[in-house]
């Protein structure tokens, strides 16, 4: 309840920031950023753009992958006309093909741009159950595994039942799909900044919850049933330069430059759910998504059997 009264109220946490604090806000007293190269996925609306007008307001460099090439370089065209100096590239990536994801990683290392912020913003919820390239569900593919672990592995993966040698079916949740995929978000990231420690990189990484807003991921569902849900819970919802505050505070300010493997709300560090900050369950879905993305196996993977959470 005193949460829920601190996030309408906009209360500031230990950071000076709250929930009503806003994407320039919390980066007005940000490093000079003309040295910086940043990578933002899912760039071509909501969140995405607004961390992109203000990033390149701030002087980074921009790199924006998109399978929309034609909204990518309108975005660019929005972004340099408010802020003329600005440094965009516009590249083609479908995050929800991992050989597109290899493609986009070559064509960017022939850039010779240094990368200094990778920010996975791109998400996807997806209403029906749909198969990747990759024969991933698809909610998955996108969410997590374009932007996690993926080295070349020459295995077999699959969704059947070992019992009776016969494939089990799962009706599909929709929900619970796209839960799962946030949860191996958390996950990945208290896994890798472990890893990243363990061999004294110089690199963080961290996990961010924007908050609720209306953007483009419940585009599947655009009618006047969401427009209404929407308009009754509009006292609850962020705008976009409030939900993007959170990930541009946590990409820029000063203050975290060596905070790792950590999760962040109305841009303050906050606590996962027990699973979420479970070790174990970060190393376990680390091992499984080496052997998750075959290099060429097309067999169909399906993650809430393969990991175990249909019962979380």
Not at 128 to 146: C, K, R, V
Request: proline share 3%.
């Amino acid at each position: 309840m005193f949460d829920t009264v601190k996030y309408l109220f906009g209360t500031t946490g230990a950071s000076g920031f709250g929930s009503k604090s806003t994407s320039e806000e919390v980066t007005g007293t940000c490093p000079d950023l003309r040295s910086i190269t940043a990578i933002i996925t899912g760039a071509t609306s909501g969140i995405g753009a607004e961390t992109a007008r203000v990033l390149a307001m701030r002087g980074a460099r921009l790199v924006l992958p998109a399978r929309n090439l034609k909204a990518a370089e309108e975005t660019k065209a929005r972004i340099v006309s408010e802020f003329p100096e600005s440094e965009i590239v516009v590249m083609a990536l479908d995050l929800s093909s991992l050989s597109s994801v290899r493609d986009f990683v070559s064509e960017f290392e022939h850039l010779n741009f240094p990368l200094n912020l990778l920010i996975n913003n791109a998400g996807k919820f997806a209403h029906q159950h749909a198969i990747s390239d990759d024969g991933i569900e698809m909610t998955f593919a996108t969410n997590y595994l374009a932007a996690g672990k993926h080295d070349d592995q020459n295995g077999e993966t699959n969704g059947r039942s070992r019992k009776n040698s016969k494939r089990v079916v799962n009706e599909y949740d929709a929900t619970r799909a796209y839960a799962l995929s946030k949860l191996a978000n958390v996950l990945h990231t208290k896994e890798l900044a472990q890893k990243l420690k363990q061999v004294d990189a110089n690199v963080t990484v961290n996990c961010v919850h924007p908050g609720i807003a209306r953007t483009r991921l419940t585009r599947e569902r655009e009618g006047f049933i969401t427009d209404l849900v929407f308009f009754l819970a509009s006292k609850l919802l962020k705008t976009i330069p409030q939900a993007a505050a959170t990930t541009c505070y946590v990409a820029t300010h000063p203050k975290l430059v060596n905070t790792s493997g950590k999760y962040f709300e109305d841009c303050n560090e906050a606590s996962t759910s027990k699973l979420g900050s479970n070790s174990n369950e970060a190393a376990k879905l680390w091992a499984a998504s080496e052997i998750m993305v075959p290099r060429h196996a097309k067999a169909v993977f399906d993650p809430l059997n393969a990991l175990g959470y249909h019962d979380m």
